[in-house]
């Protein structure tokens, strides 16, 4: 198994390469949409995206960003700095909203997406993590939550405010759209665009040497902001399987979001997929309790033995990479970093104890 960090797009910099390298991570997974673009107070650059019912920030996608030469100058920065770029994290709503929305730029929107893990593979990147949500994540709070009064995001109720027509996956993709909600749709209706998706994508992926990794649904609730949701019980991880049986369908496995479900054993489902191969990388994140009310944890601190998750994928022989996608922040001059610092500390521990 490998140690990896996430890092955001204002943080692909020589500092930000150097500091995964130092804190022991061999592999980096990086974030090309800019959640923090406009964004309010409550959505500061110096934590995992956050905020209220107005969305993260407003998507502007940057397409130069995702052509391969520009892919191949940061694989090679990172690599520079003696890492490897393992995937990039989430499609930018701008880039594919009507996807999402089933709206009229749909086809538009599929045949860019294909051009864009065209791009990916051509680069050599192997793993493109996605979530297909029409609220993204939301419906959280942050406070200090976590031992010490460490600030953590937590979820104390689910968010009913409608989503309005231009936000999309918690961003907002038409500021002069504020005022309307998009209409309600089923959850078949959401099942019905994801395999549209996957059955557009997924050959594309295949030829191009990527692997789509889908990311359950964070807060996994069935609805959120009156929106359904996909993935938020155990067993619709399968069914997205289903809907393409292929190695480039596969899943961006968040602890903390899978043990944040109603349903379920998560060492089971970890050996489950992980014996199948099923599983492109991990989020190894720790949490306490379940939707609707839990709260992220210290890596040691929550509900999940994470040590016995390492032995599962152990014997299941997961030879793939692990970030922590988001711990809480450490009161320092830089809390970030310092949570960043203690969980890949305490993830390597771990994984020299069980000589992984």
Known sequence: MKLGLGLY????NTDHFRFAKQIGATHVIVHLVDYFNQGNAGNPKGNQPTGDSSGWGVAIPDDE??????LQDLKAAIEKEGLVLEAIENFDPGHWGDVLLDGPRKQEQLQHIKRIIECV???????????????????????PYARGQAVSVAMSEVDETPIPKGMVWNMIVDPDNLDEPHP????????????????????????????????????????????????????????????????????????GSL??????????????????????????????????????????????????ILQILKASNFDGVMIPDHTPQVTCDAPWHA??????????????????
């Open 65 to 70: 960003l995702w052509t391969v030469s520009a």
């Open 339 to 356: 949570g960043m610092s203690h969980a890949l500390g305490y993830m390597k521990g771990l994984l020299d104890s069980l000589q992984c």
């Open 9 to 12: 797009r204002h943080q692909l």
């Open 121 to 143: 593979g051509q680069a050599g990147i192997p793993i493109f993590g996605y979530n297909f949500s029409l609220a993204g994540v939301c419906s959280r709070t942050t406070g």
């Open 184 to 255: 309600e749709i089923t959850h078949d209706q959401l099942w019905s665009r994801l395999q549209t998706f996957l059955k557009t994508v997924i050959p594309t992926a295949e030829a191009s040497g990527v692997r789509l990794a889908a990311h359950p649904d964070d807060p996994p609730a069935p609805f959120v902001r009156k929106s359904p949701r996909l993935v938020y019980q155990p067993q619709m991880y399968q069914r997205l399987l289903d809907l393409v049986p292929s190695s480039s369908n596969a899943l961006e496995f968040c602890l």
């Open 259 to 308: 043990a944040e479900m109603t349903e379920g054993d998560l060492y089971e489902m970890t050996q489950s997929y992980a014996e199948r191969n099923a599983i492109a990388y991990i989020h190894f994140r720790n949490v306490s309790g379940k939707v609707p009310h839990y709260r992220e944890t210290f890596v040691d601190d929550g509900d999940i033995n994470m040590r016995r």
